[in-house]
């Protein structure tokens, strides 16, 4: 991402963490919530970063359809497993209050799975395995919404005609020993919605095949796309594989949190008397000595990456990736030089900065490499 400006990572998540105090949070929650956003910057993932703090954030917190004093609680529990009540907060916090819950089950018994309804958007799924890795454990990140009677933007089912799910990524992380942490973080469309929105504000045309406008017809403004394909796009394509993939999330999330529920009877959203009115989540964390030693398996990991990077190549192509490479590498650099943010990202940060009185850091871009 091109910037009109540069701010250092350090500067930039303590801005962050003090406008989100300022707007209601606590301190700790408003920690995590800056750490999600910044983490995703970067590490080049600029359409879940601080472009969304003002709009996505910020603004449902003032619509108070994001409640900023929110409290977790847990609703049924077992050693492995717990079914989290997120109270209507920031997602953000919200998942790493999850994720942590998950880790502290996996270190006492192994395995721990945290399912969570009634919360918002929380990001970067790939934060909450990175959470994980740093315990050395494996982590598993997913987060789900879906429409039963149909959004007006969203991802549209195989041979559908309106969208039915949100996004749904997945995200799970494995420890490595001396290469860099193996980190999938994909959504089950072809691409997030914030990538199409990040697009429009650049100005940028999006590849034909991504999506839809609001009369089923491919599209390449994003200011028209409404709807997006499935994982693969077509079912010649294999969208059909995407689709089952948002629905696994989808069950995961919301099935097994109690967000997709009955009692929504006179809800003219429900089906059968069943919908889905919040975010809902998804957390695991496996300790991998239940299967082998951990450093075995992380050598292991090690010798299966360096394979890839050896294959023969395709005829131009100079390196191979894994996944979480290539943001790795980014991140290296990003915290060197400094996270690029551009025009109307400032203009938003601005906004905040005299709002809330938090001074905001900026440095100015400079061209080339």
């Known amino acids: 991402m091109e910037g009109n400006a540069i701010i250092q990572a350090d500067a930039l998540r303590a801005f962050v963490a003090a406008v989100f105090e300022r707007a209601g949070l606590a301190p700790g929650p408003a920690s995590d919530a800056a750490d999600v956003l910044v983490w995703a910057n970067l590490r080049g993932v600029d359409t879940h970063g601080v472009r969304n ?15 900023a004093r929110a409290r977790c609680t847990v609703e049924y529990e077992t050693p492995l497993t717990a079914r989290v009540d997120g109270g209507g907060g920031l997602g953000l916090a919200n998942a790493c209050w999850g994720m942590r819950l998950a880790m502290e089950k996996a270190r006492q018994s192994g395995i721990g799975l945290v399912a969570m309804r009634h919360s918002h958007h929380f990001g970067a799924a790939g934060y909450y395995p990175w959470m994980a890795l740093q315990q050395d454990l494996i982590g598993i990140g997913l987060t789900g919404r879906f429409a039963a009677r149909g959004a007006e933007i969203g991802v549209v089912p195989t041979f559908a005609a309106v969208p039915m799910f949100s996004t749904n990524p997945i995200s799970i992380a494995f420890p490595t020993a001396e290469e860099p942490p193996f980190l999938l973080d994909m959504a089950t469309s072809i691409t997030p919605y914030n990538r199409v929105k990040m697009y429009q504000e650049l100005g940028r045309i999006l590849p034909l095949g991504w999506g839809m406008d609001d009369q089923g017809q491919p599209a390449t403004d994003p200011a028209v796309v409404r709807r997006l ?12 594989k995407g689709y089952g993939l948002a629905m696994v999330v989808e069950v995961l999330c919301a099935g097994l949190s109690g967000e997709w529920c009955d009692g929504h009877d006179e809800d003219d959203r429900c089906f059968e008397g069943y919908a889905q009115t919040h975010d809902a989540h998804f957390f695991g964390a496996i300790r991998v000595d239940l299967f082998r030693p951990l450093e075995e398996f992380k050598r292991s990991m090690d010798a299966m990456i360096r394979a890839l990077h050896a294959a023969p190549k395709e005829p131009g192509q100079e390196r191979i990736y894994v996944a979480g490479e290539i943001e790795h590498e980014t991140e290296q650099e990003r915290r060197r030089k400094g996270i690029p943010l551009p025009a109307n990202v400032v203009a938003d940060l601005q906004e905040l900065s005299r709002r809330f009185d938090v001074p905001l850091a900026l440095g100015e871009a400079k061209a080339g490499p």
């Open 53 to 67: 703090l003002k709009p996505l954030y910020i603004n449902l917190i003032d619509q108070g359809r994001i409640d």
């Open 229 to 240: 394909y499935p994982l693969g796009g077509s079912r010649e394509m294999g969208g059909h």
